[in-house]
């Protein structure tokens, strides 16, 4: 669940139903509302169907990477939903693609709190998407159950604004967010990158997951004695992943440097 047609970001906006609805009721397939989310969409009646003029959702540039992204919209009217048609649902038809080929692989998500923090409200005062979670997290629940059912046992969250400065708000849905989903049938990483944790180290690691990621290459120095102890006093119970190999650098990683 790795590789997009278009964007991630989008990718999750589609994946959990936070289509706008400008988008809908258009008589698109879901490919044409996926790209009409991403490109607009100008195209006079034909054939039975009716004219469609719109434009393109906002983007926004992704974290200090060179790529952008486009802004979820949420508000009260968003009923996340994940499909149950065959086809329908990425994370889980890839993960089964694979595994009918005798790969087992490792579900990649946008973790619930960057996609809420990269949204908008879908109208102007209206509520932060933040405050959209606890309905989000009843679909990632069902997702999860669903990739579990499948065969999956790790999920890999990625969470990259527990790099940045987050508010009080944002922290308490962390620990909201993991509470719910940690409980469920399938090992969770959590994964960081674009930055070192920096002030978020006590939060990441108070979240009851099974595996933390953190970005080596970004921020090579945030594994320090005192947070390399405090990560072996959690025993077995956590696995830690480091990231050491540049997605950014054309070069070849040395290997033997990256280890050392």
């Known amino acids: 669940n790795d590789f997009s047609l278009y964007d991630l970001v989008m990718d999750h906006s589609l994946l959990f139903g936070a289509v706008p609805a400008r988008y809908t009721g258009l008589g698109l397939t879901p490919l044409e509302t996926y790209f009409a989310m991403g490109r607009g969409l100008q195209r006079p009646a034909a054939d039975g169907k009716p004219a469609v003029d719109v434009g393109s959702m906002e983007m926004v540039k992704w974290f200090d990477s060179n790529y952008h992204i486009f802004r979820p919209e949420i508000g009260p009217e968003t009923q996340f939903t994940v499909s149950s048609e065959p086809g329908a649902c990425k994370p889980v038809d890839e993960f089964l693609e694979a595994k009918a080929l005798g790969i087992a692989t490792r579900p990649v998500l946008l973790g619930p709190v960057t996609f809420l923090r990269q949204a908008k409200a879908s109208a ?134 990256a280890l050392r």
């Open 124 to 257: 102007a005062g209206g509520p932060a998407p933040l405050e959209a979670l606890p309905r989000l997290l009843d679909a990632y629940a069902g997702l999860l159950a669903r990739l579990a059912d499948a065969g999956a046992d790790w999920v890999q969250m990625d969470e990259p604004v527990l790099v940045l400065d987050l508010s009080a708000a944002e922290r308490e849905a962390f620990r909201t967010a993991y509470a719910r989903l940690a409980s469920g049938p399938c090992r969770l990483l959590v994964a960081s990158y674009f930055g070192g944790l920096e002030d978020n180290w006590p939060l990441a690691l108070e979240l009851p997951v099974a595996g933390l990621h953190v970005d080596l290459v970004a921020a090579p120095g945030q594994l320090d004695a005192e947070r390399l102890a405090a990560l072996a006093a959690d025993g077995d119970r956590r696995v830690l992943s480091l990231g050491l190999v540049s997605g950014r650098n054309v070069w070849r990683t040395d290997l033997d440097a």
